[in-house]
């Protein structure tokens, strides 16, 4: 199974201030098909089901704040929040769709300093 | 727009059997691979399984805790995807998802809440 080692467990960040998230892959998650790593992100607030914000590893989903972004380099995958927003507390996860099992990153907690 | 609809949850007793569906609208369900996902406070988010597209052969995969107790299938005049969990344990309880990664796009549906317990 892949592995998705996601850090840290928990981020607070002051309003206005960047948040970094960090997932790591234990193997290659690249498609050879289109050349693009099988990861999303995504955000998840009490009560509700995992909201997506990014696929591809880099590719934002339509209606997602421009803040959001993700990076990648090799199996080393960052979602930043540029600014942060009181919205944007939730519970962040990474995911690789590669291969079955799909698997998760354990999920990072971001709150407001 | 891509649409999925979980139910079908509820409250079990241990050792009883539950089934989900998975209703789509946007999207035919034959032609696409979905999965199953749960999720519960202690052990985050579990792949539980997939069934392939008619195409690919609609053939499943289970992840080892579920092998053999769980079973997708898929209900294709329905556009229904279906979840029959049997000989259920406590373990077994949480947020059940269907997903679906058309195009490497993940879908979710908004999940059902299976409980077990005596």
């Known amino acids: 199974d892949i592995v998705m080692t996601q850090s840290p467990d928990s981020l607070a960040v002051s309003l206005g201030e960047r948040a970094t998230i960090n997932c790591k892959s234990s193997q290659s998650i690249l498609n050879s098909s289109n050349n693009k790593n099988s990861l999303a992100w995504y955000q998840q607030k009490a009560g509700q089901p995992p909201k997506l914000l990014i696929y591809?590893?880099?590719t934002r989903e339509s209606g997602v704040p421009d803040r959001f972004s993700g990076s990648e380099s090799g199996t080393d995958f960052t979602l930043t929040i540029s600014s942060l927003q009181a919205e944007d507390v939730a519970v962040y996860y990474c995911?690789?769709?590669?291969?079955?099992?799909?698997?998760f990153g354990g999920g990072t907690k971001v709150e407001i300093k | 727009e891509v649409q999925l609809v979980e139910s079908g949850g509820d409250l079990v007793k241990p050792g009883g059997s539950l089934r989900l569906a998975c209703a789509a609208s946007g999207i035919t369900l034959s032609n696409v691979w979905m999965h199953w996902v749960r999720q519960t406070p202690g052990k985050g988010l579990e792949w539980v399984g997939r069934i392939k597209s008619m195409s690919d052969g609609g053939t499943t995969d289970y992840a080892a805790p579920v092998k053999g107790r769980f079973t997708i299938s898929r209900d294709d005049s329905e556009n229904t995807l279906y979840l029959q969990m049997n000989s259920l344990k406590t373990e077994d309880t949480a947020v059940y998802y269907c997903?679906?990664?058309?195009?490497?796009?993940?879908?979710w549906g908004q999940g059902t809440l299976v409980t077990v317990s005596s």
């Open positions: 997903i679906t990664l058309t195009g490497g796009c993940p879908r």
């Open positions: 995911q690789q769709h590669y291969t079955i099992p799909l698997t």
């Open positions: 591809w590893a880099s």
